[in-house]
Nanobody, 121 residues
Framework: QVQLVESGGGLVQPGGSLRLSCAGT????????MGWYRQAPGKERELVAS???????TYTGSAKGRFTISRDNAKNTLYLQMNTLKPEDTAVYYC???????????????WGQGTQVTVSS
């Protein structure tokens, strides 16, 4: 079994920062692409940023220039540093990963349970 466990969410004032973490646990041989998604109330889930196994990042929308995605392959952990947060960044943030559970296995996609980020004064 594979689990992705997010942490680091919370309440922050506009202009503040948060760092989200996502730790992969269980039977993991390797993790390929990883990403952060978010879903605001009444809206569809959207991609925020993704990163390849070798560390090449991609950002979408307003994450560009404010958020930084990174990973530690040795720890099977994904990070999202969020700076200059805005009220419109308020959402549940989800971790996503493409995981190989054993050498030669078929890649499977997993989601974390989500962590709430609220930006409000």
């Amino acid at each position: 079994q594979v689990q992705l466990v997010e942490s680091g969410g919370g309440l922050v004032q506009p202009g503040g920062s948060l760092r989200l973490s996502c730790a992969g646990t269980g039977t993991i041989f390797s993790i390929n692409s990883m990403g952060w998604y978010r879903q605001a109330p009444g809206k569809e889930r959207e991609l925020v940023a993704s990163i390849t196994r070798n560390g090449s990042p991609t950002y979408t929308g307003s994450a560009k220039g404010r958020f930084t995605i990174s990973r530690d392959n040795a720890k099977n952990t994904l990070y999202l540093q969020m700076n200059t947060l805005k009220p419109e960044d308020t959402a549940v943030y989800y971790c996503n990963a493409d995981v190989l559970t054993t050498r030669g296995s078929i890649e499977s996609n997993y989601w974390g349970q989500g962590t709430q980020v609220t930006v409000s004064s």
